[in-house]
């Protein structure tokens, strides 16, 4: 059988969720309480998003590089130069927006925080 560097009780679980109607019927079924079984699911899962998220961080960073190159070939045809410039403006004014409203919710939040 194949080494996947899960447990036991790791494959045991993801079985039991494959396979049974809820959380809790697959908690059962691997003989854990529901809510470390929730926990260590919710954690399982947030990891395999994290992993997903940094490869399209990777991705997002080489499309940002491929288009730089682009804009600066002098050999490129003027309308795919013209084409990423005007993507990479819209990526950037786009980056900025959202890191002013992440600046602006911190301070919401720790306003409220402090009202509390």
Known sequence: ???TGKTRLQTQAISA?????TIEA????CGM???KFQEQYAQAKHDLLEGAVNRLRTAGFDAGMRLHKIVN???APITAVVS????LLELL???????????????LEASMRAEQ
């Open 1 to 3: 059988m194949k080494n």
């Open 17 to 21: 969720l494959l396979t049974k109607p």
């Open 26 to 29: 697959a908690a059962k079924s």
């Open 33 to 35: 309480q529901q809510p």
């Open 73 to 75: 070939d002098p050999d």
């Open 84 to 87: 990423a410039a005007g993507r």
């Open 93 to 107: 004014l786009k980056s900025v927006e959202i890191e002013d409203l992440s600046k602006r919710l911190d301070r």
